[in-house]
């Protein structure tokens, strides 16, 4: 993360004999290509490497106090996919909806929020 120089030769060279996916390509090349945002996801990385939340814990939470829960996901995300939160509705189905947007990993970006607030009303 603070010489990345090496990793954009060697993942150009990939790119140029199409060993790595375009969108894998495309996000290196803006994460990691500009220093800020290379920090900022560098802190992100690190912080979230922390968390460990107790599912278990919180499905039983979400039953005894009837929480609504809506997880929303991106359709062509290739990071965090849907099959994710599908298992973790089970158990908690009458309380757990799962909505699928026009999106990619930037699922929380300002251009999808009135496809977020639709899905929620029509959900709710």
């Known amino acids: 993360m603070k010489h990345p120089g090496w990793f954009f030769g060697f993942l150009k060279g990939l790119n140029k004999l199409r060993l790595v996916n375009v969108s894998i390509y495309k996000f290196v090349r803006h994460y990691i290509g500009d220093p800020v945002v290379r920090r900022q996801l560098y802190e992100r990385w690190t912080t979230l490497r922390k968390l460990k939340p107790r599912i278990p814990l919180i499905k039983s939470l979400v039953r005894r106090f009837k929480t609504p829960v809506w997880l929303i996901y991106g359709q062509h995300d290739r990071i965090i996919l849907p099959v994710r939160g599908e298992k973790f509705s089970r158990g ?8 699928i947007i026009e999106s990619g990993h930037q699922v929380l970006h ?5 496809a977020i607030v639709n899905a929620l009303k029509a959900e709710g």
């Open 92 to 99: 908690i189905e009458d309380h757990c909806r799962i909505v």
């Open 110 to 114: 300002e251009k999808h929020a009135i």
